[in-house]
């Protein structure tokens, strides 16, 4: 069954609204991108107005800025620690805006959205 982003079937108070149009195409979602840990994979999705969004499925590599020195290196990802959007991306290890990752470099709070961008950005958590 597709994703619908339309406008709900339910009024505040509860009941039922009529729809004075169906849905339209423009309205459909997709499915999460739900980037893993694993060689670089990318997807390409065509967006309205013929614009492009590149989806991260896979990647092993993170831009880790150190809020200290203000320098930006890459580092590996080896595994999702937290995740606050939803605990069970921690037993899958999906990574999504928010999450914390353990790196070559240390402890990552993850700054993209890789769903969206395709990029793994992140700043290193000074403990």
């Not at 509860?14 to 739900?34: D, P, Q, Y």
């Not at 203000?70 to 899958?92: C, G, Q, Y």
């Not at 999504?96 to 950005?121: H, I, W, Y």
């Amino acid at each position: 069954m597709a994703i619908w982003q339309g406008k709900s079937m339910k009024k505040p108070t509860g009941g039922r609204a009529k729809m004075n149009r169906g849905k339209k195409k423009f309205e459909l979602g997709r499915e999460a991108a739900e980037t893993k840990i694993g060689d670089r994979k990318v997807r390409k999705i065509r967006t309205q107005g013929g614009n492009e969004k590149i989806r991260l499925a896979t990647d092993s590599k993170i831009n880790v800025t150190n809020p200290s020195t203000n320098k930006t290196e890459k580092a590996d990802v080896l595994n999702v620690i937290e995740n606050r959007s939803n605990p069970n991306f921690v037993r899958r290890n999906i990574i999504t805006k928010g999450a914390v990752v353990e790196t070559s470099a240390g402890k990552v709070k993850v700054t993209s959205r890789p769903g969206q961008d395709g990029v793994l950005n992140g700043v290193l958590i000074t403990e």
